[in-house]
């Protein structure tokens, strides 16, 4: 793997794990909606401090979990909490070539890597044995790229087509690929990018987690997809 793979976070490790702890209704609608596929030998690419971590592990198919995390104090937490789950310190270049996997969970991690077409390639190849599939979860709408983004060390934000075009020249078949979050889509452009803050606001989080979120994602999932999302959910798996 480059170099510029070398990381999945912000510049010096930092993230607002503690302002977003309050987002429990979105971080388990995000497991449901992939939790078809979360089954086997399961693979979590930039787990963090595994704030998805342990919602992955409890998915009623899968049988073993490992977490992958290039910050070694983010490791450091992992192991102690969640002791039971496999924690790899690095990146996805750590992980053994020769392991195989059912699927691979990738969540906002694709926007840190300066070359992302290798991050996917090398997906793939750890998905090729079992024909697995990927999981995979990134922020939408270049035209939301905000000083927060910069400083969470974001490259880039996804379209829809862009993102399409990624996988499939990474050897993908795309079974799924729609926006997530619409009413997030606003939220982030009033904080961000009109008022320009630099920090999550945590009673806002878990206001939007407990009031909005919930009905707006029941419509989302159960009646129609949005056209536009603050962010994109995709499902696909090897040719």
């Known amino acids: ?6 990381s999945y976070g912000p510049p010096g490790g930092g993230f607002e794990f503690d302002a977003l702890a309050g987002a429990v209704r979105y971080r388990a609608a995000l497991v449901r909606e992939f939790g078809p ?8 690419v930039g787990a963090g401090i595994g704030q998805l971590t342990a919602l992955i592990r409890d998915c009623a198919g899968v049988e073993a979990l490992v977490a992958v995390e290039p910050d070694p104090g983010f490791c450091r937490r992992l192991r102690e909490d969640l002791p039971d789950v496999e924690t790899v310190e690095g990146t996805v270049a750590a ?8 699927a691979l969970i990738s969540v906002n991690v694709l926007e840190h890597i300066a070359d992302d077409a290798a991050e996917l390639s090398a997906y793939r190849r750890l998905l090729t ?10 922020p939408a709408g270049p035209g939301l790229l905000s000083p927060m983004d910069r400083d969470f060390g974001h490259h880039r934000r996804y379209t829809r087509g862009g993102l399409r075009r990624l996988l499939v020249e990474a050897g993908f078949d795309v079974l799924r690929l729609h926006p997530f979050n619409m ?7 009033l904080a961000f990018k009109v008022l320009r ?7 806002a989080v878990r206001f939007f987690d407990r009031r909005v979120f919930p ?3 029941a419509w989302e999932s159960r009646v129609v997809r ?5 962010s994109l959910l995709a499902v696909a798996n090897c040719r």
């Open 226 to 230: 949005p056209p536009f999302g603050q």
């Open 183 to 189: 009413v997030g889509y606003f939220a982030w452009w």
């Open 215 to 217: 009905v707006m994602h």
């Open 197 to 203: 803050r630099r920090r999550f606001n945590p009673a």
């Open 37 to 44: 596929w979360l089954r086997g030998r399961v693979l979590e």
């Open 1 to 6: 793997m480059a170099d510029s793979c070398r």
């Open 129 to 138: 044995g079992r024909g697995g599939h990927l999981c995979l979860f990134v």
């Open 95 to 102: 992980v053994d070539p020769s392991s195989v996997w059912d």
